[in-house]
């Protein structure tokens, strides 16, 4: 192609200090992509759980197969998927 | 899909969020403004603005991709077509989606990888010349900026009819945000906000498929519960009904969901729209670019769980006394008698399964999802008008820092006018249903232009542009012959039981092969262009560079297949 044809604003490629760094997940910054998904699961985990605690005892909710107990058992899942990633891509870790 | 007209008249709220719902609705806005801070010291470059610095993984892109096409209006409105239609809603995620999204990942991407390209307009400039990338880039840039505005105004109606929010609210908080975070981090900070919002859509979503399916007895019993409430087994089946328009719900046939769905329009939207495909573009190397979509195609194989399934659950649920839990009516007749509509299945069934906190998990969800159309849109429309339409036609010798300053205050400048076209939309929202059609009269003919561009080699400049333009008109005429006259349907669909739905189908099929002919038929008349002009961006004079994988686990060929094989599988089992 033709360089001098093209109009198009010409980017400095490979401009950043990070884009051949190994680490896949890197957003040219230190906390990755997958800590951000971690840390948002894991806190909504924490909220799910302890609501869960609470609808236990005695404020079930009035939603179909609330004895089920949905909203704790839920919370569960996504804590320890949320502290997977946290831990796994927690900023510093190589 | 028609969400909004129907929730707009509803009158009361369906439900209220508790303070853990908010706590959790919260703690999202929190992290997404945090991101958008976060990452705007690694976007000072035109190559990190626009392209999040060409250094994604295949997983990111590859969900980044899916989750760009995940928008909370397509959800709640094939959620309910699933309702309206049962199980045919699933062709849009499947045939409708899955053999595109791998030909764009094994066959289409190298050339828009190698090409450099930073946009498909750019990609036309560089095939077919200034004409067809002219007509693409205002095409896709109005569209885009028109699309964000109906994210907008679809997401502030949906929270008012759910939650009793103020309309100015939503729109102006949601709006805020976005154009907040898009401005300081650009596709980069989109990006990263599609990854939240497909792990949040998981989130919020998944306990109503699980807890429905517990409710019905399995899905064996559904489908019984589902025919005793319809009076047929036909609403679990995708194909078998398909053998005659008159024969299923849809009022469609098999050769338009395989033809005009799953090849034109599909092939369209995955393989042209570059609000897709500038994830795509985002990858850090090629095999990573030829791995997301199929990826992509691995993860949109299962979100009909979250999306067809509560329609279906919805459809089959019953009172101890047999009748229907749910009896949801279309738009124009909850207009009139205040009923559900089909487009307030998912909502409905949110409230059912989800109490507080798993509510405030829903319902973040649909704002993630709002809040990530409105960006992916308006991430697209910065990237083509600073590429394509500013630095093309306005300002062709400025610097890079200009044009990353110029792609932040289009973003700013997008968002306001969608607002505009939002608060449009508010006082004519019989508009909407022409917004989202003036999509669908551009993807049919760019997909035929495209693909000759990259597979023919005879195609020339004059033959590009002439059948784009060919293609449109043709789909724009149809659209407006069936719209004044609708028994002209027969036809374009070619048979007097066709229901609008096939409308697009059949509209999308004739204007594509128009555009194909013309193309043909033009670039045959003229000059071939020489190999040298076409290199790196023509199968035939192009050397695909080799991707750098060694084992048959690292191959993006080997994945296709293998996501293909289940595909087929899943349309067997489901037939």
Not at chain 2, 55 to 78: D, H, T, Y
Not at chain 2, 272 to 299: C, E, H, W, Y
Request: hydrophobic share 55%; aromatic share 14%.
């Amino acid at each position: 192609m033709d360089e001098t044809q093209d109009p198009k604003p010409h980017p400095h490629v490979n401009a950043s200090p990070v884009a051949h760094q190994p680490e896949p997940t890197a957003t040219g910054e230190s906390l990755s992509i997958w800590f951000f998904v971690g840390i948002l699961t894991l806190a909504y985990g924490i909220v799910l759980v302890a609501t869960g605690v609470y609808e236990h005892f005695g404020h079930q909710p009035d939603t179909v197969l609330a004895n089920l107990q949905p909203t704790f058992w839920w919370g569960v899942f996504l804590l320890l998927f949320g502290l997977f990633y946290t831990v796994k891509f927690r900023p510093g870790k190589a | 899909m028609h969400v909004v007209p129907a929730l707009w008249l509803a009158s009361n709220q369906l439900t209220r969020l508790s303070p853990v719902d908010i706590l959790i609705l919260a703690l999202y806005f929190a992290l997404v403004v945090f991101i958008g801070f976060y990452v705007k010291g690694s976007t000072n470059t035109s190559e990190e603005f626009f392209l999040a610095g060409r250094e994604m993984s295949a997983w990111i892109a590859g969900l980044s991709f899916v989750s760009a096409n995940l928008g909370s209006l397509e959800l709640m409105g094939w959620a309910g077509a699933a309702y309206e239609y049962g199980m045919l809603a699933t062709h849009w995620y499947w045939i409708g989606a899955i053999p595109a999204m791998l030909f764009l990942g094994i066959v289409m991407m190298p050339f828009y990888y190698i090409s450099k390209t930073h946009s498909v307009p750019g990609y036309l400039h560089l095939r077919f010349g200034e004409g067809a990338r002219a007509v693409s880039a205002i095409s896709f840039g109005l569209m885009t900026i028109l699309m964000s505005g109906v994210n907008m105004f679809a997401m502030a109606v949906v929270m008012q009819t759910v939650l009793g929010w103020n309309i100015n609210f939503s729109m102006w908080v949601g709006a805020g945000t976005v154009a907040l975070y898009v401005m300081l981090g650009g596709l980069r900070s989109a990006i990263i906000n599609e990854v939240l919002q497909f792990v949040l859509i998981w989130a919020g979503a998944a306990m109503i498929p699980l807890l429905g399916l517990i409710e019905a007895g399995g899905w064996t019993n559904l489908k019984h519960n589902i025919a005793t409430n319809v009076g047929n087994a036909n609403y679990t089946h995708l194909w078998t009904t398909l053998g005659h328009f008159r024969d299923n719900p849809m009022g469609v046939h098999w050769t338009g969901i395989v033809f005009g769905l799953g090849f034109v329009v599909s092939f369209g939207y995955w393989t042209t729209d570059f609000l897709v495909v500038q994830r795509v573009l985002s990858a850090n190397n090629l095999r990573a670019a030829k791995m997301a979509p199929v990826i992509g195609a691995a993860f949109k194989m299962a979100v009909p769980l979250i999306v067809i399934v509560p329609g279906l659950i919805a459809l089959g649920l019953h009172n101890t006394d047999g009748t229907p839990v749910y009896h949801l009516v279309s738009d124009s007749v909850a207009q009139a008698t205040g009923q559900h509509s089909y487009d307030q299945v998912l909502p409905l069934m949110l409230i059912r399964y989800c109490g507080p906190g798993l509510l405030g998990l829903g319902i973040t969800a649909l704002v993630a999802g709002f809040m990530s159309g409105m960006a992916g849109n308006v991430s697209a429309f910065s990237t083509v008008w600073t590429y394509d339409i500013y630095g093309a036609f306005l300002n062709k010798k400025a610097t890079d820092s200009h044009y990353v300053t110029m792609g932040r205050w289009s973003t700013v400048i997008g968002m306001l006018v969608s607002i505009a076209s939002a608060y449009l939309l508010e006082h004519a929202s019989g508009i909407m249903d022409y917004v989202q059609a003036l999509f669908s009269f551009f993807i049919a003919p760019l997909f035929g232009t495209v693909v000759l561009g990259m597979l023919w080699k005879r195609a020339t400049k004059a033959g590009g542009f002439w059948g784009l333009l060919a293609g449109t008109i043709a789909s724009i005429t149809m659209f407006v012959w069936v719209h004044n006259a609708p028994s002209a349907l027969r036809y374009v669909a070619m048979s007097p039981d066709a229901q609008p739905m096939a409308e697009n189908l059949y509209r999308a099929l004739w204007s594509w092969i128009i555009c194909v002919v013309v193309t043909i038929v033009v670039s045959l008349l003229g000059k071939q262009m020489p190999d040298t002009a076409l290199a790196g961006l023509v199968y035939g004079v192009t050397p695909i560079p080799d991707d750098g994988a060694k084992t048959l686990w690292e191959k993006p060929a080997f994945w296709a297949v293998v996501v293909i094989v289940v595909f087929f599988v899943l349309n067997i089992v489901f037939f």
